[in-house]
Nanobody, 123 residues
Framework: QVQLVESGGGLVQAGGSLRLSCAAS????????MGWFRQAPGKEREFVAA????????YYADSVKGRFTISRDNAKNTQYLQMNSLKPEDTAVYYC????????????????WGQGTQVTVSS
């Protein structure tokens, strides 16, 4: 059983920054790609960013490219999402997930999910 626990969400003004963390249980963290998704009220869950098991390749949604940075520390079983230049439209619950398939941008290719952390950006 894998558990993912997000932290670091909160309320921030537009233009500000937040750093999300996702701590994973288990010994196989370093074998899997990891991703971040988000879901705003009334909207479907959407892909934000993903990172390969070794951290060498990263992928971003167009809406966050250049503002968000995904990273991971396999020694600590933790992945991160650094969010800069935040906008009100970034307001959502952010979810950490473990990749299980080939498509990094599809929620169906992730098998374990955290409970989510709320990010609210005020204008």
């Amino acid at each position: 059983q894998v558990q993912l626990v997000e932290s670091g969400g909160g309320l921030v003004q537009a233009g500000g920054s937040l750093r999300l963390s996702c701590a994973a249980s288990g010994r196989t963290f370093n074998r899997y790609a990891m991703g971040w998704f988000r879901q705003a009220p009334g909207k479907e869950r959407e892909f934000v960013a993903a990172i390969r098991w070794n951290g060498y390749s990263t992928y971003y949604a167009d809406s966050v490219k250049g503002r968000f940075t995904i990273s991971r520390d396999n020694a600590k079983n933790t992945q991160y999402l650094q969010m800069n230049s935040l906008k009100p439209e970034d307001t959502a619950v952010y979810y950490c997930a473990r990749g299980s398939g080939l498509r990094y941008d599809s929620s169906r290719d992730y098998d374990y999910w955290g409970q989510g952390t709320q990010v609210t950006v005020s204008s």
